[in-house]
């Protein structure tokens, strides 16, 4: 973790996997203007923004562009002299990573690793973080090697915008799944779901407890009194109107 901080992926680190609701992203996608990059509401025009994603998820978004080139001359020695491993021999020619090479090589630490082998972990790690978590491709398991050029130096990794990235490959991805013969959907949905929710919080589901609750075996329960909290959210409805 002390280098994930000192990299200024801290807290993406900390992003915990949950359940997407695609009712709710395939609503907002419905309602994304390509031209504006703005979701038409019925009362409301709004996007997210750059300061979403530094406040939820600690991006660096002030600073310089996220630039590398798309091809390696040397994927191997790259590999090498950074990660002190490689998916190939010297010879060979890649472009990606797979998640799967990164977590057998890096996942299990010894109780007496190096700093050296420390800060391998964490450049691999931050590899897996953009890959499979802040910019994924749709159906894809890699994470393209030119990203980690940019984590040589763990201390200059978070002066380049990472959050701005983050935010355009969104904005990229929305407007794709916008036309009719777009099938899935990569970028980061965990920051549209997560804006969603917290923008606009009455669209928060009413929790798990009610999803699959019936009557059997319950005969002569007072429902009104057990789901009084939610009761109280629906009288209240025209107060949480956006």
């Not at 009362?43 to 998820?57: G, P, S």
């Not at 590398?68 to 021999?89: N, R, T, W």
């Not at 009084?228 to 209240?236: D, F, I, K, P, Q």
Request: charged share 20%.
């Amino acid at each position: 973790m002390p280098y994930l901080e000192l990299a200024g992926f801290g807290s993406a680190a900390l992003t915990r996997t949950f359940d997407l609701r695609y009712d709710l992203i395939s609503a907002l996608v419905e309602r994304w203007r390509p031209e504006t990059h703005t979701f038409h509401l019925p009362c409301v025009k709004c996007t997210v923004t750059l300061e979403d994603v530094a406040l939820q998820f600690g991006l660096s978004i002030d600073v310089d562009a996220v630039t590398s080139v798309s091809a390696i001359a040397e994927p191997a020695a790259l590999c090498y002299s950074l990660l002190e491993a490689s998916p190939g021999d010297a010879e060979s020619t890649f472009s990606e990573l797979k998640f799967t090479w990164l977590k057998a090589n890096f996942q299990h630490l010894s109780d007496n690793a190096t700093e050296e082998e420390l800060v391998c972990a964490a450049q691999a790690y931050i590899m897996h973080i953009i890959g499979g978590v802040l910019m994924p491709n749709s159906n894809n398991n890699k994470v393209h090697l030119q990203y980690l050029p940019l984590l040589a130096d763990l201390c200059s990794v978070r002066s380049y915008s990472w959050g701005s990235t983050v935010l355009a490959m969104l904005y990229r991805e929305l407007c794709r799944k916008t036309k009719p013969d777009a099938v899935d959907m990569g970028g980061y949905l965990i920051l549209l779901q997560s804006w969603a929710l917290y923008r606009m919080p009455f669209l928060a589901s009413v929790g798990e407890e009610v999803h699959g609750k019936n009557k059997t075996g319950r005969h002569g329960q007072h429902w009104g009194f057990t789901h009084r909290r939610y009761v109280a959210v629906w009288e209240n409805r025209m107060a949480r109107r956006l």
